[in-house]
Protein backbone atom coordinates (compact mmCIF):
# COMPACT_ATOMS: atom_id res chain seq x y z
CA UNK A 1 0.00 0.00 0.00
CA UNK A 2 1.17 3.32 -1.22
CA UNK A 3 0.96 6.39 1.87
CA UNK A 4 1.39 9.98 0.78
CA UNK A 5 0.97 11.36 3.65
CA UNK A 6 1.58 11.77 7.49
CA UNK A 7 -2.66 11.85 8.05
CA UNK A 8 -2.99 8.98 5.48
CA UNK A 9 0.10 7.06 7.91
CA UNK A 10 -2.39 8.02 10.80
CA UNK A 11 -5.38 6.83 8.96
CA UNK A 12 -4.41 3.49 8.29
CA UNK A 13 -2.76 3.17 11.98
CA UNK A 14 -6.11 3.95 13.21
CA UNK A 15 -7.81 0.96 10.81
CA UNK A 16 -5.13 -1.28 12.30
CA UNK A 17 -5.56 0.46 16.28
CA UNK A 18 -9.40 -0.90 15.70
CA UNK A 19 -8.08 -4.49 15.08
CA UNK A 20 -6.08 -5.25 17.86
CA UNK A 21 -7.13 -6.48 21.08
CA UNK A 22 -4.97 -6.94 24.51
CA UNK A 23 -2.13 -9.77 23.78
CA UNK A 24 -1.47 -8.64 20.55
CA UNK A 25 2.29 -7.37 19.36
CA UNK A 26 2.83 -4.82 16.28
CA UNK A 27 6.50 -4.65 15.17
CA UNK A 28 7.42 -1.79 13.21
CA UNK A 29 9.92 -2.23 10.93
CA UNK A 30 11.68 0.55 8.80
CA UNK A 31 14.27 2.70 8.47
CA UNK A 32 14.78 6.35 10.78
CA UNK A 33 12.49 8.58 9.00
CA UNK A 34 9.64 6.24 7.85
CA UNK A 35 7.01 6.86 9.61
CA UNK A 36 7.31 4.28 12.59
CA UNK A 37 5.68 6.88 15.27
CA UNK A 38 3.17 8.27 12.81
CA UNK A 39 2.09 5.12 12.56
CA UNK A 40 1.90 4.29 16.28
CA UNK A 41 0.06 7.41 16.66
CA UNK A 42 -2.90 6.39 14.59
CA UNK A 43 -3.02 2.88 16.13
CA UNK A 44 -3.53 5.11 19.76
CA UNK A 45 -6.04 6.83 18.25
CA UNK A 46 -7.67 3.81 17.36
CA UNK A 47 -7.32 1.98 20.67
CA UNK A 48 -8.52 5.05 22.58
CA UNK A 49 -5.30 5.45 24.49
CA UNK A 50 -4.50 8.83 26.35
CA UNK A 51 -1.37 10.40 24.45
CA UNK A 52 0.14 12.59 23.44
CA UNK A 53 2.32 9.18 21.03
CA UNK A 54 5.65 10.52 20.97
CA UNK A 55 8.65 8.78 20.39
CA UNK A 56 10.13 6.42 22.78
CA UNK A 57 13.54 6.44 22.28
CA UNK A 58 15.00 8.41 25.16
CA UNK A 59 12.33 6.95 27.46
CA UNK A 60 12.73 3.07 25.94
CA UNK A 61 8.89 2.13 26.99
CA UNK A 62 5.76 4.59 27.49
CA UNK A 63 2.54 3.20 28.47
CA UNK A 64 -0.77 4.79 27.72
CA UNK A 65 -3.94 3.67 29.17
CA UNK A 66 -6.92 3.22 27.90
CA UNK A 67 -10.06 6.16 28.01
CA UNK A 68 -12.62 3.57 26.72
CA UNK A 69 -12.08 0.43 28.65
CA UNK A 70 -10.07 -1.01 26.22
CA UNK A 71 -6.10 -2.77 26.74
CA UNK A 72 -3.63 0.17 27.39
CA UNK A 73 -0.49 0.66 24.62
CA UNK A 74 2.71 -0.25 25.52
CA UNK A 75 4.99 1.95 23.03
CA UNK A 76 8.43 0.60 22.99
CA UNK A 77 11.95 1.45 21.04
CA UNK A 78 13.48 -2.05 21.08
CA UNK A 79 16.57 -0.96 19.42
CA UNK A 80 18.37 -0.94 22.78
CA UNK A 81 16.56 -3.81 24.02
CA UNK A 82 16.62 -7.07 23.68
CA UNK A 83 13.47 -9.04 25.53
CA UNK A 84 10.96 -8.40 27.95
CA UNK A 85 12.86 -9.79 30.42
CA UNK A 86 15.44 -6.39 30.15
CA UNK A 87 12.02 -4.05 30.17
CA UNK A 88 11.20 -5.73 33.42
CA UNK A 89 14.43 -5.31 34.83
CA UNK A 90 14.52 -1.76 33.75
CA UNK A 91 11.21 -1.17 35.82
CA UNK A 92 8.70 -1.40 32.90
CA UNK A 93 7.16 -4.28 34.85
CA UNK A 94 3.79 -4.93 32.40
CA UNK A 95 2.00 -8.29 31.64
CA UNK A 96 1.85 -8.49 27.98
CA UNK A 97 -1.20 -10.10 28.21
CA UNK A 98 -2.89 -7.47 29.37
CA UNK A 99 -1.83 -4.60 26.76
CA UNK A 100 -0.85 -3.71 23.29
CA UNK A 101 2.48 -3.74 22.30
CA UNK A 102 4.17 -1.63 19.33
CA UNK A 103 7.45 -2.26 19.31
CA UNK A 104 9.46 -0.06 16.78
CA UNK A 105 13.02 -1.27 16.23
CA UNK A 106 11.99 -4.63 17.36
CA UNK A 107 12.34 -7.00 13.74
CA UNK A 108 15.12 -9.29 14.02
CA UNK A 109 15.07 -8.46 17.71
CA UNK A 110 11.98 -9.56 19.26
CA UNK A 111 10.31 -11.81 16.72
CA UNK A 112 10.14 -15.05 18.87
CA UNK A 113 8.68 -12.93 22.04
CA UNK A 114 5.41 -14.27 20.83
CA UNK A 115 3.57 -16.32 18.12
CA UNK A 116 0.90 -14.41 16.92
CA UNK A 117 2.36 -10.76 16.39
CA UNK A 118 1.51 -8.57 13.40
CA UNK A 119 4.71 -7.34 11.73
CA UNK A 120 4.71 -3.57 9.49
CA UNK A 121 7.15 -2.87 7.22
CA UNK A 122 7.61 0.46 6.27
CA UNK A 123 9.76 1.55 3.44
CA UNK A 124 10.74 5.25 2.62
CA UNK A 125 10.88 6.55 -0.98
CA UNK A 126 13.32 9.06 -2.39
CA UNK A 127 9.58 11.19 -3.53
CA UNK A 128 8.99 11.20 0.30
CA UNK A 129 5.98 8.69 -0.24
CA UNK A 130 5.93 5.16 1.93
CA UNK A 131 5.03 1.92 1.24
CA UNK A 132 3.60 -0.30 3.78
CA UNK A 133 2.91 -4.05 3.82
CA UNK A 134 1.47 -5.88 6.99
CA UNK A 135 2.86 -9.02 7.75
CA UNK A 136 0.38 -11.31 9.74
CA UNK A 137 2.15 -13.99 11.99
CA UNK A 138 0.02 -16.76 14.32
CA UNK A 139 -3.58 -18.33 13.87
CA UNK A 140 -4.78 -14.80 16.00
CA UNK A 141 -4.69 -13.22 12.38
CA UNK A 142 -6.34 -16.12 10.17
CA UNK A 143 -10.03 -15.05 9.41
CA UNK A 144 -9.56 -11.20 10.36
CA UNK A 145 -9.09 -8.37 7.36
CA UNK A 146 -6.01 -6.81 7.72
CA UNK A 147 -5.12 -4.01 5.49
CA UNK A 148 -2.40 -4.18 3.42
CA UNK A 149 -1.77 -7.31 3.81
CA UNK A 150 0.88 -10.12 2.97
Known amino acids: MRISTAA ?4 LGRTIGGLLRAGDLVILDGPLGAGKTTMTQGI ?10 TSPTFVIARTHPSLVG ?11 VGSWEELDDLGFGFDAAHVVTVAEWAHGRM ?10 HI ?5 DTRTVRLEAIGARWEGVDVPARD
Open 44 to 53: ADGLGVRGPV
Open 123 to 127: ARADD
Open 8 to 11: DMQA
Open 70 to 80: GPSLVHVDAYR
Open 111 to 120: DDLAEHRLVI
